[in-house]
């Protein structure tokens, strides 16, 4: 089955303590990407990636990290949280760049 | 900076009615795409239209992608409740901005039976 798999599902942390989302994909896709979702601001994308090695800024990519070491993963780093980036996170993938085609259930990050 | 304005934001409508959903930009995109999302859960993509001009039809749901890709409209025939949820439109950018996408801002659809 095709699918996005996303780790964790909910965190709750604090400030400036380090944290990764996972994000894994099992159809050999090579466009990855990451969103956040915000009421009143929708969906914007943070970081995309082409290809392995191969990764770009978003619309607001200000405090997080990314990379793709291998096809299947595309990890999303934030070094020191803060209380504003508390959102709803989404990893996608798709065969085709800029087509998001799949996307995972997302990760709920609360940031205190 | 692109954007992309989608109206209404939202419709709350009677099983049976017809609608559509506009989604709006100054900007030209190589691609746009149409996704459906439900509380709780990632978009799942209902279409990709690529050429100006272009129309899609999923069964009672038919895109248009406009002459100029500046703009998209979905129209819902006869919706029933099982409609009900977020539609969202993205543009992927042009040229050196492929690959970045731009979200609207979603429509939220209310089918009552």
């Known amino acids: 089955e095709a699918q996005v798999t996303q780790n964790p599902r909910y965190l709750i942390t604090v400030t400036g303590k380090k944290l990764t989302v996972t994000c894994s994909q099992n159809?050999?896709?090579?466009?990855m990407s990451w969103y956040r979702q915000d009421p009143g601001l929708g969906l914007r994308q943070i970081y995309y990636s082409m290809n392995v090695e191969v990764t770009d800024k978003g619309d607001v990519p200000e405090g997080y990290k990314v990379s793709r070491k291998e096809k299947r993963n595309f990890p999303l780093i934030l070094e020191s949280p803060s209380p504003n980036q508390t959102s709803l996170y989404f990893c996608a993938s798709s065969r085709d760049r800029g087509r998001p085609q799949h996307f995972g259930d997302g990760t709920r990050l609360s940031i205190l | 900076t692109q954007l992309l304005e989608q109206s209404p934001q939202f419709l709350s409508i009677q099983e049976g009615e017809n609608l559509t959903v506009y989604c709006n930009s100054s900007?030209?995109?190589?691609?746009l795409q149409w996704y459906r999302q439900e509380p709780g859960e990632g978009p799942v993509l209902l279409v990709t239209?690529?050429?100006?001009?272009e129309v899609k039809k999923l069964k009672r749901l038919t895109f248009q992608f406009g002459d100029a890709r500046k703009d998209s409209s979905l129209h819902i025939t006869a919706a029933q409740p099982g409609d009900t949820g977020l539609y969202l439109c993205a543009g992927e950018g042009y040229g050196g901005s492929q690959g970045n996408l731009i979200f609207g801002k979603g429509t939220k659809l209310s089918v009552k039976p």
């Open positions: 239209v690529v050429t100006g001009g």
């Open positions: 900007s030209v995109f190589s691609s």
């Open positions: 159809m050999n896709h090579e466009y």
